[in-house]
């Protein structure tokens, strides 16, 4: 009778202290400091780089600090659309990767790391972005308009490639008298440059504007051509490396100044460590989709190093223009164009 007196006594004191522990643990885990994280696009793993990042970024995050940071994953624009994102990052905590429709009504100067052809590959818009005077003169200009910082550079997709209907583009004199769909007025000014004609023709529009004719053709990376089924209307791919697909991870700077040295040192490691991650898949999956675009019919036009410097030289001055119709300041084109070797525009 006594055994089994104490015997119940230490199953209840055992079960008092996993209680007690169960309880510390839910209480540190509700301790945990939650960062909002909002995007664009699905919460796709295989179609969404920027998905990709977020989730590498969560789970870096709460690796690193040890689960004192959670991050809370708002993909598809469900906090609002570019403008309202950005607006809910600059009053209060939160990330934001911010696509150049975000950033730009309050820096235009990010334009500039859109110049056509500034970049022969990759590694070269990597390296401009990891090591350029551009991009730290950027970032701190934009943390002081904005009281933002810019932890990283998101890439979405690699590069922008011509496709059309009608024929291969090598260089740019094959352009004379096609017509292209453009997103903005720069690319209007781009295409115009070549001998061909832009026409601003929304994303949503754009497969039955090419299907029905209004439009011979587009510009986007090689996974927009294949989310929205270009190929079925589209026959060339030119690989011109005309601009760098990217995004920008924006992080409120009360909230980053509110963490700890520890928590801070987390989230900008996690965010490195993604960045290096979205590269890396990216530069894989862009093999895949060159051999399924192939697949599906598709014609892949690789141009020549000079035709390369041609559309470089035709190109670039119509951008330039265009920047400075926007009033961008000459310093910043400079010191883009330094950083990659290219002082000057021929």
Known sequence: MQTTLFGNLGRHFGTG?????????????QAATVINMSYNGAADLEKNPVHLFASNVKRLVEEKSGGELEIKLYPNSMLGEEEQRMEQVISGPGLNVASFAGIAPLFPEIYVSAIPFMFKDAQ????????????????????????????AVVEEGGFLNFTNSKKPIAAPADFKGLRFRAMDPSQVALYESFGASGTPIPWTELYMALRSGVADGQMNPTSYIILGSLYQVQKYLTLANIQYSDQFLVANGAMLESLSTKDRQALSDAALEATRLNREAIAQQQEKELAFLKEKGMEIIEPSTEDLQAFRSQGQPAYLSWLKEQSIDADWIDKALQDVGLSTVQ
């Open 124 to 151: 070269a818009a990597h390296s401009f972005f990891d090591e350029g005077t551009y991009w730290q003169a950027a970032k701190q200009e934009f943390k002081q308009r904005t009281g933002t910082e810019l932890l």
């Open 17 to 29: 202290l996993l209680l007690t522990a169960m309880g510390l643990s839910a209480s540190l885990a």
